[in-house]
C-alpha cells in the first residue's frame, strides 16, 4: 500500500471503533474557554469545526482539567461537575460534524500550574521546577484522600466526555504534568503506595485508566499520552516507559500517544538532541521519538501514535510502512494550514510549510513557539484563517496581552504583513 493510500487507510482501535484515516490533530492548549469559568464557548467549536473538516480522521483537544487549581494556564476547559455539558455537546458536535472524531483530552498540571493559577500548587511530592524564572511555585505534596478523588475526577471528567458525544478520551501521561510526575522519580519520592518503586510511581495512571473504564464502559475508546523518557539524569527513562506500556495493555487502552519531555527539559517542543539527526533518512531528522516509539512497539501490540517533529509525507508514511507506530500526530502545522491532512491524504502537497521562529534565545524560543501558534489558534477561533505571516514581535504582543488581561483570552489585532527583519 503506498501513499498516499496508507495515511488514507482506516485504523481499527483494540475496542472496535476505527479512526478513519491514520492523522491525527494532536492536542495544543487552545486557551479559548471562559478564564472565570473554564467553559467551552463558541470559539473553540469555531476552531475544531475548522479542524474537523480539515481532513484528519482524529481531533485531540488540548488540556481539559479536573481542578480549577490544577490548569496550565487561565483558559482552559475545566470540569469539575456537569455545569458545562451544554458547551461540550456543541464543541463535540462542531469537531465531528465533517466526519472527524473527537477526543478530549483530560489532564491536570500538578506542579507545572503557575503561580497566577495556583499559589500552592498540588503534586506528588514537594518538590519544585528548576530553571523555571519563578513563574511556578514549589508544590505541596498530595494527601492519599486527595490523590483518590483526583482519579474518581478524571474518570467523571471521561463520563462527561461520552455523555456530551465525544468519541474518546485520552489521559495526558506526559510532558511533566501531574500523572508524569507521579512516574517519575525525580518528582515523586513519596514512600507510600503512591511513589517509591517503579510500580508504585505508575499506580496513579493505572487507577485513572481504571476508574475510566469503570465510568464510560468496555466500547468507548480510551488512550494515554505517555512520554519516552523525560531526557533528565535520574528521571523516567525508556525502560520504564516500556514497562508503563505493557501494563496499559493488560488494562485495554486503545490508543498510546509516544512523546518525551517536560518544563525542565522541553523535548516535545523542538526534539533538541533528542531526533536521531546522524542518520541519513528524512523520518530519522523529522521524528523526534521514532526510535522510541520502536522499542515501546516491541513490548506492546496497542495501537501507537508518533507525535513530534513530523512535517513530511515521506517520512509519515515510512513511520508507519515500517510498523513502528499506526498513526501520526500533527500538532503546531495544523494551527497555521488547518487542511493540510486533507492535502497529504490527497497527494497534493508533499510537507508542511516551513516557518522560521528562531530568535537565538533558547528560552524565548520556547515562549515564541507557543505564543504564535496559539495566537493562529485564536484567529481561527474569531472565524478568521490563519496568518503563516504573523510577525513574530505580534506573536509575541499578542501572548503577552493574553497573560496581562486573561478575561480576553482570544482577542488578537488585525493582521498585516510581517516585516522581513521579523
Same mark, same amino acid.
Given at each position: 500500500m503506498q501513499a498516499p493510500a496508507l495515511l488514507a487507510s482506516p485504523l481499527p482501535l483494540p475496542n472496535g471503533a476505527v479512526l478513519p484515516n491514520r492523522l491525527v490533530k494532536a492536542a495544543m492548549s487552545e486557551v479559548l474557554a471562559d478564564p472565570a469559568t473554564g467553559e467551552p464557548g463558541e470559539a473553540l467549536a469555531r476552531v475544531y469545526e475548522?479542524?474537523? !473538516?480539515?481532513?484528519?480522521?482524529?481531533?485531540?483537544?488540548?488540556?481539559?482539567?479536573?481542578?480549577?487549581?490544577?490548569?496550565? $494556564? #487561565?483558559?482552559?476547559?475545566?470540569?469539575?461537575?456537569?455545569?458545562?455539558? #451544554?458547551?461540550? !455537546?456543541?464543541?463535540? $458536535?462542531?469537531?465531528?460534524?465533517?466526519?472527524?472524531?473527537?477526543w478530549m483530552q483530560i489532564n491536570h498540571a500538578g506542579r507545572q500550574t503557575p503561580k497566577k493559577v495556583a499559589r500552592v500548587p498540588k503534586a506528588p511530592s514537594a518538590i519544585g521546577l528548576r530553571g523555571t524564572f519563578g513563574l511556578y511555585a514549589r508544590p505541596r505534596a498530595l494527601e492519599p484522600a486527595e490523590i483518590e478523588a483526583l482519579v474518581d475526577r478524571f474518570a467523571f471528567a471521561a463520563a462527561l466526555a461520552k455523555e456530551a458525544g465525544f468519541s474518546g478520551v485520552q489521559v495526558h501521561g506526559a510532558h511533566g504534568y501531574l500523572v508524569s510526575q507521579f512516574l517519575s522519580p525525580l518528582a515523586n519520592q513519596r514512600d507510600d503506595e503512591w511513589g517509591g518503586d517503579a510500580e508504585r510511581r505508575r499506580r496513579f495512571l493505572l487507577a485513572i485508566v481504571r476508574a475510566m473504564r469503570a465510568a464510560v464502559g468496555p466500547q468507548f475508546p480510551i488512550g494515554v499520552k505517555l512520554n519516552s523518557a523525560d531526557f533528565q539524569r535520574g528521571g523516567f527513562t525508556i525502560e520504564e516507559s516500556m514497562d508503563v506500556a505493557r501494563a496499559l495493555e493488560l488494562e485495554g487502552i486503545d490508543l498510546l500517544e509516544v512523546s518525551g519531555g517536560n518544563y525542565e527539559r522541553p523535548a516535545m517542543m523542538s526534539g533538541g538532541e533528542i531526533a536521531d539527526t546522524t542518520r541519513a533518512s528524512t523520518t530519522q531528522r523529522e521524528a523526534y521519538f521514532l526510535q522510541y516509539a520502536r522499542q515501546i512497539r516491541e513490548v506492546t501490540k496497542v495501537p501507537l501514535m508518533l507525535t513530534g517533529g513530523l512535517r513530511s509525507a515521506a517520512a509519515m508514511i515510512d513511520a508507519i510502512g515500517s510498523g513502528a507506530v499506526d498513526a501520526i500526530g500533527l500538532g503546531r502545522p495544523l494551527a497555521y494550514e488547518p487542511d493540510l491532512p486533507a492535502r497529504l491524504l490527497a497527494g497534493t502537497t508533499e510537507r508542511a510549510r516551513p516557518v522560521k521562529l528562531a530568535t537565538g534565545i533558547r528560552k524565548l524560543d520556547d515562549l515564541l513557539q507557543l505564543m504564535w501558534f496559539q495566537a493562529q489558534i485564536h484567529r481561527m477561533g474569531e472565524g478568521r484563517d490563519p496568518d503563516p505571516n504573523l510577525s513574530k514581535l505580534r506573536a509575541l504582543g499578542h501572548g503577552f496581552g493574553n497573560m496581562l488581561r486573561p478575561r480576553r483570552p482570544h482577542a488578537l489585532p488585525a493582521s498585516e504583513p510581517a516585516p522581513e527583519s521579523a
Open positions: 475548522r479542524w474537523g !473538516r480539515g481532513g484528519a480522521g482524529m481531533l485531540l483537544t488540548g488540556n481539559v482539567i479536573v481542578d480549577r487549581d490544577g490548569r496550565t $494556564e #487561565p483558559g482552559n476547559v475545566t470540569i469539575v461537575d456537569d455545569r458545562h455539558l #451544554p458547551g461540550l !455537546r456543541r464543541w463535540a $458536535e462542531a469537531g465531528q460534524a465533517n466526519g472527524a472524531k473527537l
